[in-house]
């Protein structure tokens, strides 16, 4: 037996734990071509809130009284794959879930000699190639520019300001509390850190960017958006990630679209997991940078399976503290 | 003696007649290099809105007691310049005069025997240039695909949508009123026009786009622009070329930004001048266009210089229908 979590209810505003169900399932025999693996970490992310929403988006709704999507490491402790043998480490997509099977379809081998295997939910996962793809292929930050990005302590945050920094521009963070932005600047190297929670965003942002934007990261929307929109400078770029904000379903207006006009602004929304074509480029990059120590990261971990709907309403509300991650075993 | 109108004050919320004040200025004369032009046609624009106030733009405010900024066509009545005769007729930015004098920089002569004069200001001109740079480098229509454009009887918006035409796309106008409307479908050739004057324009335009919208090219903002938003399709291309509605100083928020994410849109705002090296291929591909009779544009003429502060209040309030003039002579 294994224990896996299942959509109960779609959430009306905020989630709340009732939203989700614990369940025991029995663990399968493999058909041919099957491996049978136990998942060792679960990643919690902002995307998931959308899924659990029937409303129009990207991607289809998460179906009531299945397994809560998810990407997960772990080990493979059964094989009827010849690709795949018994100890191996594999990334894969087997959701809230202790155990998963597959084909091998979209499942990744990982060497986790050099990285360790939860940096593979994140930094060397999806959150750092949203990162890297964002600044590659759309800000595309130059020496001296500035390039802002919010919940910058976040997984796919502090990789955008370590980027940056390492294309030779100036990295400025938006998040909440001192800590976290204590953080983004001694730990991560960025140059500025605003605490959105210290009441004055607008102000500190503009203290931040002397010499104005030319590159937003946004994965916040709202009241983060508006202000680091307030600050670009002319042919500013805006890599669209998340709009975090808004996932409870309430509205977040952009308070003054017209200086993207104004501004001759370039804003480009993206879901990383539609460019799978450089995921080989941008993980080798990546991964070169974290095995070397020049890429710094940081994991909020949960412990077990039980805990992660707890753990997944605190990522909404800003409680994590980098990755999120839910340990398995 | 010629007369010309500088801006008298800045708008503080609406244009007022009182910002504009019409003087008389002595015929300068000509210094070697120079040119004098009676200006036959004035051309009135919703940016020339921007300049007359202070705020932050991609273009410094227009100096108060300065002639008020504008482009301009006319004929050469006094050369000392070799590379203009008297009679030539030259496109230029003279501004709201009946003369100007230039060292022939930004100059351009246009030939009025195949294409009538004021359409230099028009179609083959600015607002012309500005429809086929969205279209071409911004939107790129595919066959089949749908292109909102709002202001769509004016003379950006009236080409942008012959142009989506031409390339076998379907497309859907904005405009105000029955008549605009009316225009825009029978003589214009577009698929659908929604009158926003109508009460409904969120039903209206769902049921015009039943296969959703691929490209928007936004000249007003504000409620076109989140009623052409709700009805992208996945990766959706916007180019931002005007926001008329918040031109008066007011908030112009976007209800839903999330739907730039969700539908990985592509939204670039951009000013035509700052493409000139683009003109020369623009201007012979439209003008081929207008020769041939498979474009077709529409004016609206006041009558001298001293009509041109009401015919701009006009313009602002969409009063206007087609290129707004004013004619000098």
Redesign the interface.
Known sequence: MYQRIVLASRPSGAVEASNFRLEKAEVPALAEGQVLVRNHYLSLDPYMR?RMSDA???AAPQALGETMIGGTVGEVVESKNPKFAKGDWVVGMFGWSEMGVSDGTLLRKVDTTIIPASAYLGVVGMPGMTAWYGINKIIEPKAGETIVVSAASGAVGATVGQLAKLAGARAVGIAGGKEKCDYVVNELGFDACVDYRAGSLDAGLKAATPDGVDGIFENV?GAC?DAALARTN?FARIA????AA?YSGE????????L????????????VT?HLDLWPQGLAEVGKLVASGKMKYRESVSQGLASAPEAFMGLLQGKNFGKQLVKLI
């Open positions: 959308g129009k988006s990207y929307g958006f002319a669209l990630c998340g709009m808004g509205d977040i207006p952009i308070r003054n679209p017209r993207l006009l104004t501004n001759r602004v370039k804003l480009q929304g993206f879901i539609e």
